[in-house]
């Protein structure tokens, strides 16, 4: 199976996945994208999160993004890796990395695959802030709801 | 008409209910269905009377509110997403 989507509570390496793609015959190019819980929110200092997930449904859901990604652009591998449970700041969250033969495809479909993650896949953070017991959940913003106007 | 119900994030939080079997007493639209729980009051009114940013997802694809709800589906309801 060319592509591989995952759904996991442990840390991945990004140098394994891209050797994986650097395996595929033809390949000519790869772009990757790793998000990363970021430590300065608007409000204060994130000490960690928390991501929640929809487990019967999101497996499907980033297979049929990497599916419409594939019917736009000639693509030879995608690796998605998303983790869930609780992540501190600085860990890694998430991998896109797609492998073609020629660049144009690899960065559009790398671009495409995490615009539509992040508007349509269910996953739900929850923010720790430093000096807060509670945590509060992320809103959605609309930049992101925005982006998908760039792939119509 | 039995269907399953589930929720999610700040939702699932606030209900205090991940999951639950539900009677419908007939098909209906997600819309109706958001009314019939928000008739429960405290919390589910708060949320679900005449909401705005409810998804809705049908048998693990995402839907609209005005999709018809079956027999045996399974209907979950959660804020706009967040991943990534």
Redesign the interface.
Known sequence: MKNHITIQINNFDVKNELAQLQLMGNVGAIVSFVGLVREQASHGQVTAIELEHYPAMTQKSLENIVQQAEVQWPLLGVRVIHRVGYLAAHEQIVLVAVASQHRQAAFDAAAFIMDYLKSKAPFWKKEYLAGQIEGHWVEAKDSDEAALARWV | MKITL?F???F??QLGVQQELYTLPKECSGHDLLAQLAQRGNKWHELFDNPTGVLV?IN???ATLDNIIRQGD?V?F???????
Do not use: L, N
């Not at chain 2, 959660?78 to 990534?84: K, R």
């Open positions: 589930c999610f994030a700040r699932r939080e997802a693990q694809e995402m399974e979950a959660f804020p706009p997403v967040t991943g990534g």
